[in-house]
């Protein structure tokens, strides 16, 4: 079973996206799938689907200047957003519409200019048995990912009668925009998965979709009794250019950042708070504090922080597997990230929730049976006693608190496997459809 995967987002700095697309690309191998071409979330942003070099290396080269710039003084944390943001693409992502009723029009002219509606793709699609988007985060607002993501559907499922299903994503529809081009087609989806129960719920008049739980649940985190005498050993997490030297046989806790950080970028604000937290915390717990970055913008807060503070930096560019052994064997885990707090809870860590760009972190506290609470990332002055009142619940939770949340992890885990139930049945029913044609051949 030849299949076609959309989103491949191990092309992105932060560990989450990372995490859900390496494990569903093993679950698509477990059912029988051969991925025989992936379009990544590089090739989705810049509308470069074939082989046009200058396209993915401008991403390439952003990444590289995002990383460089971890590594700047702290007075130079001031610059803007924008200066950092990445642009969408030019030249081909003009055949990229905008509007549900320019969605034919821009199929029609991707298949009929060859030289520049990317022949490589459409050779891929010819090829495969099904397409699988990756989800993701994606849809929400009406950039060019998520619409590329739509047209790409219309364009699998309109022009060449493929299947294709959207698996593992948060759906936000809050730009009208998109919200129209998704309810035309969203119903033209084979199969359709939400990885939070919010938006299956709202999106249940878009299409007869269901919830499964994140893919990033396959990870697991190392036991710790067998792993932390190994990772203690000196420099064991020191990923270059950043120091994250802690003792993991000792009580730890964990602190990260959250997607909303850009929306108020005031990097001298953001690291003066996030010190006094630290501060705050350390005054009502014995243990380490461990700083995680997930992603660019906490990886630039705090670098200072840690510089100030003397704290353990767990950087970007650490391996998705280590990220989680160190989230998931914490007392705690503070964070405004969907991904990392699935790390934690996975090995039981009770998560304190920052706010998001979307619902997604209080999504993930109603189905962990958590406070689905979120404190404000961007006044953490405001939120600090509050924030710490809490800590100290969870921490007064015990070992009780942790098997709950570890014994609905491992269920989560289980249900997982339902974002690629589709491939598994199409899989078995090519077989069978494949034996009984071969028992007519004389």
Known sequence: MNVLLINDSTTNTNWGDRAAAISLMAMIGATGGRIVHAVTEDELRFSAFGKTPSLPDRGSRDRVREIVKQCIPPILLSIRRKVLSRRDGAGASRLIPERWEDLEGSARAVCREQGYGWPDLLRAIDSADVAVIHGDGAMVGNGIIPRTDLFLTYLVKKHFGKPITIVNHTADFDHPDLRRMATEVYPLFDDVVFRDPISAERCE??????????????????????????????????????????????????????????????????????????????????????????????????????????????????????????????????????????????????????????????????????????????????????????????????????????????????????????????????????????????
């Open 205 to 442: 008049s878009l299409c007869g979709g269901r919830f499964a739980a994140d893919t990033a649940f396959w990870f697991e985190p190392a036991e710790r009794q067998a792993w932390a005498p190994l990772a203690g050993r000196p420099t064991y997490f020191d990923v270059w250019p950043h120091k994250a030297q802690f003792d993991p046989s000792r009580p730890y806790l964990c602190l990260g950042g959250s997607s909303i950080l850009w929306s108020g970028w005031n990097p001298a604000e953001m690291v003066r708070d996030f010190t006094a937290l630290i501060e705050a915390i350390q005054a009502v717990y014995a243990g380490q504090v461990v700083l995680t970055a997930s992603d660019i913008p906490e990886q630039m807060i705090f670098e200072p922080v840690a510089a100030q503070l003397g704290l353990p930096l767990v950087g970007v560019t650490t391996p998705v597997q280590q990220a989680v052994d160190i989230v998931g064997n914490a007392d705690a885990y503070i964070t405004g990230r969907w991904h990392p707090g699935i790390f934690a809870l996975r090995g039981g860590v009770p998560v304190i929730a920052l706010s998001s760009k979307t619902f997604k972190m209080e999504s993930l506290m109603r189905s962990a049976g958590l406070p689905v609470t979120t404190f404000n990332a961007l006044d953490l002055a405001g939120e600090r006693d509050s924030l710490i009142r809490m800590l100290l619940e969870h921490l007064e939770g015990g070992n009780e608190l942790r098997n709950r949340l570890r014994t609905w992890a491992v269920e989560e885990a289980a249900n997982s496997w339902d974002n690629v139930t589709y491939l598994k049945d199409h899989h078995r029913d090519r077989g069978s459809a494949g034996r009984e044609e071969a028992q007519w051949i004389p």
